[in-house]
């Protein structure tokens, strides 16, 4: 099998869609039309074998999650996704079947959030499987949000729940782009980061980018189910803090913004539950119980190391 | 080491560049402003170890290749490079001075062609050294140029010499981003292609494309020097067939258009030479010899097999 069968496939499988791609995959490059008023949103994310999947979850799903972590860094952005294109690097043993149902886990994702496979670049070689996705968007006239903006006294809310990821969510979460949409419609929503590193870690880059601290409210934290079936020692909330991959956006409002949310709930018809979690604050970054206890929270959860 | 150090390095060590990227690096993606008439082109390459490139021939060269390997997919469609987002997988030995390397070679390609490199992916694994770059590019009036297009009865052209680049090229080459430029502006260029994967095979595509075949004549291929140095019983001839990672412009213009450039030579100041090898016809794909001896000519050439 080469990467021609590959294209070959891809190109009766791919529906035409020549007013974002005029250029059909194959050419050297893809080329999208351009609306005049959107700025242009890039992402790009590589998942490997071993670190951020196992072949046993099945390359359907691995294909999914490869597109849906640029979703949700897009989403972060509050932009809409437009186009993505695929580079692979496959062990040698790879059947072309199996790349197949990469593809199709990510065509059906792609398909559910009017994204357009533009293009990619296969390669064979003697090393484990991996996979980068780089996803363009466009953001309009409430775009784009960044980590930056959260002030003193803004609330922090978060959507979904948190912790246990391990258990499906990494593989099958659905990214928060139409939530994003919908949040920026009806607030002005100063901060956004999507929680790919675990809680707390990306909520110390929230701060970090936007020069303020925060406060959490511990009994606020919404737990996943999932969080709580996990028997390692650490309490439920220890995982909603420190868990990677949940893929929910944090995010900064006004008080009157967030109070208006939460006795709205604008996300209900897409079955999101927004919580109020926390506090920003001028500085340090701490988790308060109920019962006036407030501790340290330093930035648990993931970090890739290497050197 | 972590992705956090790398992004403080980088944010003091990437010049601003706020007309082309208005968000600095280090959000969730990468915001960039757009020019409304002008169409997007996206590319992406992934370099893998062991059969991209070898550790020993340097960090800094293997990460100016990375990108300039995009370079040239945008020069293929005559387009200006505007962004470009890196991912690495890297083994978990490497130092932070070695993915500094491999950045130095990268930001050293940039800067001469005017590329913002504006985010990425780290992440580290127990596999070898993976780079994915992403670019994006855009076309004006004279763009995109395809592989589609040909027609029989144009010349057939390429920029450069052609083989033995293993020898050093596929490392150092100068992506043909300028030349591509000049040419759409001196020309109506029907046809493009760079040469990845070797003469035969990138013509093969081309001609493909534009539902044509082709005649190259054997005595007009420029030979690189380097495709004489290779003592391995194949001739130079063969290597300029054969050989991948040439990365000159191969593209169709109607005889006119040829003879001027032949006479002109509009890329002498880039100290780089256009030849005309050859001729489209309706179909079949030969060589031909100037004493009138006619073979067909098969997709020779490097192909990624998986499977």
């Not at 003193?152 to 729940?161: A, E, F, K, N």
């Amino acid at each position: 099998m080469t990467e021609l069968d590959l294209v070959t496939w891809l190109r009766r499988r791919l529906p035409d869609n020549p007013t974002v791609a005029p250029v059909a995959i194959g050419d050297d490059a893809a080329v999208l039309s351009w609306q005049s008023d959107k700025q242009l949103v890039l992402t790009t994310d590589m998942l490997l074998e071993g670190s951020c999947f196992l072949i046993e979850h099945g390359f359907r799903r691995v294909g999914r999650k490869a597109l849906a972590v640029n979703l949700s860094d897009l989403a972060a952005m509050a932009a809409e996704p437009v186009a993505a294109v695929v580079s692979l690097a496959l062990p040698r043993s790879m059947s072309l079947s199996a790349v197949q149902e990469l593809y199709e886990g990510m065509i059906a994702l792609a398909d559910e959030f009017g994204v357009a496979i533009v293009g990619g670049d296969t390669n064979s070689w003697n090393g484990p499987l991996a996979i980068n996705v780089t996803a363009c968007g466009r953001v309009g006239k409430h775009g784009p949000v960044l980590r930056r903006g959260a002030q003193p006294g803004d609330w922090l809310m978060i959507t979904g729940t948190l912790g246990g990821s391990i258990l499906g969510k990494h593989l099958d979460f659905i990214p928060r782009v139409r939530e994003a949409h919908r949040l920026v419609e009806n607030a002005c929503v100063h901060a956004m980061i999507d929680v790919s590193d675990g809680l707390a870690r990306d909520l110390h880059r929230l701060c970090e980018e936007s020069g303020c601290g925060a406060v959490i409210f511990a009994e606020q934290v919404p737990i996943s189910p999932a969080a709580g079936m996990l028997r390692d020692g650490r309490t439920p909330l220890e995982h909603a803090l420190a868990d990677g991959e949940d893929f929910e956006l944090l995010f900064a409002v006004a008080p009157e913004d967030a109070q208006k949310m939460l006795s709205q709930q604008p996300l209900q018809d897409l079955q999101t539950p927004i919580s109020h979690i926390g506090l920003c604050i001028p500085e340090g970054i701490y988790l308060r119980y109920a019962d006036g206890r407030q501790v340290q929270l330093p930035p648990l959860g993931y970090v890739h190391e290497f050197g």
